[in-house]
């Protein structure tokens, strides 16, 4: 292996395990994170006890966000998922997706842009040195997470691809294979799923691809083995176990569009003074959590990305 391979790989290597990860957190704190703040705080007993037989996260509780809260835990990421290609229930996903195949796979990029055609996952893995961001994550529903992702920036991704200069979007396809996802079978939803971001959403820094989280490669429920995450924007845009990227000239219809236009645009920015047309989205519980909390504008991020919208009517384009 060439030395200059070694070094874009040695990055990715760092955190093998998530016991390695969360011990380098605590010792070095959160590197690349723009907002990651690694802050002491003792883990206060009683305040998220664990189930009897589950063993507490001491070694994470330390770790937060950039507004200081805790991250979800790991058991809870990984067993509390929505993911309809599956299941629509969410705690059925962990047992349905567990023999779904992520190897090999590869991304097959296309429309307008200079270098189209497959990027396979080791390309992906070579090319691109992930970075540790701890995001919240807020779903539509109601219900949030605080989630230490790794990934890289989908901006290093475009700048390679190149778009052409009419692109005016990215259109992002999820897998479709009825015969492994079970989900696929309910034919209420227009599979397969699709998400997409305006030009200076997607190369906006916050927005990650998605390989990893707690130092652990993305196992199957929550996306593996890449996907996207936006973490101003309600969960659902954040698009898992991606196989195409396109980039387009006409705003994409999204499956959740396409499946419930009185209920979803093409924005989801979160917004907790639009609410949903059955329920309010002023809260939300964050999870783990017992009483809910206020839900704020942009997720948090208004800082970082209320320039995006600047002159734009919010709630008209929800
Ligand atoms: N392909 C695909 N991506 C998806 C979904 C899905 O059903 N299929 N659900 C979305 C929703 S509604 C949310 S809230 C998040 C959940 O991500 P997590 O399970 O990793 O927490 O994934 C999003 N990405
Ligand atoms: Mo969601």
Known sequence: ???????????????????????????????????????????????????????????????????????????DVISYNNFYEFTTDKEGVVKLSQDFQSTPWAVEIGGLV??????????????????????????????????????????????????????????????YDPKSLPGQGNKYFPWPYVEGLRMDEAYHDLTLMATGLYGEDLLPQNGAPIRLVVPWKYGFKSIKSIVKIDLVEEMPVSLWMESAPNEYGFYANVN?????????????????????????LFNGYEEEVSHLYEGMDLVKNF
């Open 1 to 75: 292996m060439s030395e200059n391979l070694q070094d874009k790989i040695t990055p990715l290597k760092r955190y093998t395990t998530r016991k390695e990860f969360l011990k380098t957190m605590g010792v070095v704190g959160v590197s690349a994170a723009v907002l990651a703040a690694c802050q002491d705080k003792p883990f206060i007993a009683g305040d998220d006890l664990p189930a009897a037989g589950i063993t507490p996260e001491p070694s994470s509780a330390g770790l937060t966000d950039d507004l200081g809260d805790s991250l979800t835990s790991y058991d």
């Open 114 to 175: 200079e270098n189209p055609g497959p990027i396979s996952m080791e390309e992906i893995r070579n090319r691109y040195t992930t970075e540790e961001r701890i995001y919240r994550m807020r779903c539509v529903e109601g219900w949030s997470m605080v989630i230490p992702w790794q990934g890289f920036p989908l901006a290093r991704l475009l700048e390679d691809i190149k778009p052409k200069p009419e692109a005016k979007y990215v259109r992002f396809e999820a897998i």
């Open 272 to 296: 907790p003074e639009v609410d949903h047309p059955r329920w309010s989205q002023a809260t939300e519980r964050r999870i783990g959590e017992l009483s809910r909390r206020p839900s704020l």
